[in-house]
T-cell receptor, first 115, second 115 residues
Framework: GQQLNQSPQSMFIQEGEDVSMNCTSS?????WLWYKQDPGEGPVLLIA?????ELTSNGRLTAQFGITRKDSFLNISASIPSDVGIYFC???????????????FGQGTRLTINP | EPEVTQTPSHQVTQMGQEVILRCVPI?????FYWYRQILGQKVEFLVS????????KSEIFDDQFSVERPDGSNFTLKIRSTKLEDSAMYFC?????????????FGDGTRLSIL
């Protein structure tokens, strides 16, 4: 089945630094979603991307939908302590199925920030 | 902002017992989903549900699992005879059927511990 590979698996940065992480797939995705998960909580949607080449921002977060439709990246500028958590990329596989489409998740990037 | 709510937050059960995990999706959403996350791993799709029917299920969702929408607001996941390997976080999600690829919104999960 379609899989998403995230890199890096973990990041240790200083507060105030910029962060960049990415997500790749061997097959095409028509939607890319970025979620953040805090300990003991569910994934919270950060950014949704629907069009190849699309660049979307949400505050200090910026994400892009790759032209090939096989990758996406998420950038966080000027990191702050509350950015700590696990960031997941996700998307519905391109099966032609319409309706309640399942999401495939990457394995996550764990972000740790040193104050 | 409307949210998906799940109960209980933590369920401890003896192996072989039945458990029912409960979810209240966002009120105008009609697509419902269950996912699970084994500790330290990625989020995995279990089942999607629409119009009182299962839309899609994964190979994890075997005969021990069932889902139900018993009334206009609840969506439940039942595991008939729990196994040790069922220990995980279980997340409910819902999405709006209007439009294409509307993002899924997740609850905070139920931590299921099988003894």
């Amino acid at each position: 089945g379609q899989q998403l590979n995230q890199s890096p698996q973990s990041m240790f940065i200083q507060e105030g630094e910029d962060v960049s992480m990415n997500c790749t797939s061997s097959s095409i995705f028509n939607t890319w979603l970025w979620y953040k998960q805090d300990p003991g909580e569910g994934p919270v949607l950060l950014i949704a991307l629907y069009k190849a080449g699309e660049l979307t921002s949400n505050g200090r977060l910026t994400a892009q939908f790759g032209i090939t439709r096989k990758d996406s990246f998420l950038n966080i500028s000027a990191s702050i302590p509350s950015d700590v958590g696990i960031y997941f990329c996700a998307g519905p596989p391109d099966t032609g199925f319409q309706g309640a489409q399942k999401l495939v998740f990457g394995q996550g990037t764990r972000l740790t920030i040193n104050p | 902002e409307p949210e998906v709510t799940q109960t209980p937050s933590h369920q401890v059960t003896q192996m072989g017992q039945e458990v029912i995990l409960r979810c209240v999706p966002i009120s105008n959403h009609l697509y419902f989903y269950w996912y699970r996350q084994i500790l330290g791993q990625k989020v995995e799709f279990l089942v999607s549900f629409y119009n009182n029917e299962i839309s899609e299920k994964s190979e994890i969702f075997d005969d021990q699992f069932s889902v139900e929408r018993p009334d206009g607001s609840n969506f439940t996941l039942k595991i008939r005879s729990t196994k040790l390997e069922d220990s995980a976080m279980y997340f409910c999600a819902s999405s709006d059927p209007r439009g294409i690829n509307q993002p899924q919104h997740f609850g905070d999960g139920t931590r299921l511990s099988i003894l």
